[in-house]
């Protein structure tokens, strides 16, 4: 299932994530946080709160891992899955 | 159009076979501006159409496992020579793009004067030279770019001008020479320096892709590691300390001056070859051995002696002759790395059957030139081989009952043919005379190749011949 977004999202994967938070200093609108909880590799990852993200991707190059950070701008196709 | 979709590019791996379990993650520090600088080069591959063609090149460093990473050929290289590398690769292949990764170590350390040289010749490969101003996989050692003050682990109350040095500015120091055509340092340090350096990576890779020469661009990254900051204070560390001393901007663009230019290459065919090397030879001939013993057959031969007297010369005699008699040969020299009077060794193998090691540990004849190569390998000679020693210059006489030993003159019969440094020579004739291991026609024929100076080549044939006579006298 997929749906056309109305609103822009950012995706962190936190098994990817190494907690290292610039992502969250790099966000305009505050909207990435690192969660209290761990990571498999014992890292904070990073995560959206759900709200906010406006898709201008800051996040995306300021994070240095290649798969941590995925963002889908508004009229993007996001691929829903449960739970997530 | 803007991509609705930021992903991870397309080029990089879908997996990273680097190690078991973990096949999605990088090697690298949290913070480290490596990630960054990987996802712009993987990002601008793909946005450009290049991933079919381009090779980067892994250096050693923390980024010596790119070639885990990117979806692009690669090769990893030694330390500093990238540029190297890049040449050839570029050279070899002028279609590919090739980009050359390097870390401050790398390049501005051990490979300073290969990035010079690359850089001057104009070669047409992108740089990316990633700049923390720290060793940081060794353990966060000094590096040429540490910063004054700046305490490592090699500098641990902090670089110092009068004794380090200032750090030093590589894109400064390429922008005073000819050969570049774009050079930029920029630095992944907050939203919008990574917006420059993403634009400065494309604008040096498309002037390769342009066909306009060499370009790199700098890139100051963070390692938090090394720098013992946390990431996300290691932005307003670079900040404070780097940007002081490292001017972000471009240090010299000439791309719209420079038309895009090839380079050809001249290829020879193999007739050039030949005559540029001076390699021609006399039409092949056949002489056939008449050895005058069964034992004398399929030698191996130890000549031994001082660096000067002709021992690899004289190796190399019968080795050509060997050749044109149609026998499998091999010459090995071994010499120290003085130009006269050190050691100098050679093993020649002539056989009918392949030969399977050129070294020659016990030989079937051994040829000594000096008393301490006699006193020495005498003892190795197998039994029932052939020991010939010049016995003008050895006092001792050889102690071994079991093998045959032939006492030759060759320094005395030598000064009466006027050159000293033709006992070599006329070793080799006494020894094809005796053995009948070869014609002494054939060495004739082949002295040229051995004899370096065309005008001794007579003298020589003088002495072969002064050796052949005195293998009949005995």
Not at chain 2, 32 to 37: D, E, V
Not at chain 2, 249 to 266: I, L, N, S, W, Y
Request: aromatic share 8%; charged share 20%.
């Amino acid at each position: 299932m997929s749906r056309i977004l109305e609103e822009a999202i950012t995706v962190v994967s936190a098994e990817h994530c190494k907690g290292c938070g610039l992502c969250v200093q790099a966000c305009p609108q505050a909207v990435l946080a690192l969660m209290s909880s761990f990571n498999s590799k014992g890292y904070h990852p990073a995560h959206y709160v759900g709200e906010g993200c406006t898709g201008c991707g800051m996040c995306f190059y300021a994070c240095p891992e290649p798969a941590a950070i995925t963002v889908y701008k508004k009229g993007a196709e996001y691929p829903d899955q449960e739970g997530r | 159009m803007a991509k609705l979709i930021l992903e991870k590019p397309k080029g990089f791996c879908d997996s990273y076979e680097r190690k078991p379990g973990d096949h999605g993650t990088t090697h690298y520090c949290p913070g480290c501006g490596h990630g960054n600088i990987h996802k712009l080069l993987a990002e601008a591959v793909e946005d450009l159409g290049i991933q079919d063609r381009t090779i980067i090149i892994s250096p050693v460093g923390c980024s010596v496992f790119v070639y885990y990473y990117f979806a692009t050929g690669n090769i990893q290289v030694a330390h500093g020579r990238a540029p190297a590398v890049a040449t050839a690769l570029k050279r070899a292949n002028p279609h590919a793009i090739v980009v050359s990764y390097q870390g401050d170590g790398d390049l501005a350390a051990i490979g300073g004067n290969n990035i010079l040289q690359a850089a001057n010749r104009g070669e047409h490969i992108t740089v990316i030279f990633v700049n923390n101003a720290i060793y940081g996989m060794t353990g966060g050692q000094l590096a040429p770019t540490s910063l004054l003050g700046m305490k490592t682990a090699t500098t641990p109350y902090g670089r110092d001008l009068l004794n380090e040095g200032p750090p030093m500015k590589v894109v400064e120091l390429l922008s005073s020479l000819d050969g570049p055509t774009y050079l930029e340092r920029q630095a992944i340090m907050g939203n919008k320096y990574i917006a420059r350096a993403r634009k400065a990576l494309r604008n040096a890779l498309q002037c390769q892709i342009d066909g306009k020469g060499f370009s790199m661009v700098e890139i100051l990254s963070a390692c938090p590691s090394g720098w013992k900051v946390d990431p996300t204070d290691s932005y307003a560390w670079m900040e404070k300390n780097m940007l002081p001393h490292f001017q972000l901007g471009v240090t010299k663009d000439v791309r719209a001056e420079r038309e895009p230019f090839f380079r050809t290459f001249k290829t020879l065919s193999a007739a050039e070859i030949v005559e540029q090397l001076d390699l021609a030879v006399p039409e092949p001939k056949h002489f056939p051995s008449k050895l005058q013993k069964t034992g004398y057959g399929d030698p191996s031969i130890k000549l031994a002696g001082f660096g000067g007297q002709g021992i690899l010369s004289a190796g190399a005699m019968l080795a050509n002759a060997g050749m044109e008699q149609g026998l499998q040969t091999s010459w090995i020299p071994s010499y120290g790395p003085e130009m006269r009077g050190g050691t100098a060794y050679c093993f020649v193998n002539l056989s009918e059957r392949p030969i399977g090691s050129p070294t020659v540990s016990h030989p079937d004849v051994l040829m000594a030139f000096n008393r301490p190569s006699l006193e020495k390998f005498e003892p190795d000679v197998k039994p029932g081989g052939l020991l010939m020693y010049d016995s003008t210059i050895i006092d001792v006489k050889p102690k071994r009952g079991d093998i045959e030993i032939l006492a030759v003159p060759a320094t005395q019969m030598a000064d009466d043919l006027g050159n000293t440094r033709m006992a070599n020579t006329i070793m080799v004739g006494v020894y094809v005379a005796h053995t009948g291991i070869m014609s002494p026609a054939a060495i004739e024929q082949t002295l040229p190749l051995a004899i370096k100076r065309k005008n001794l080549v007579d003298a020589n044939k003088k002495a072969l011949r002064a050796g052949v006579d005195f293998a009949a006298t005995l």
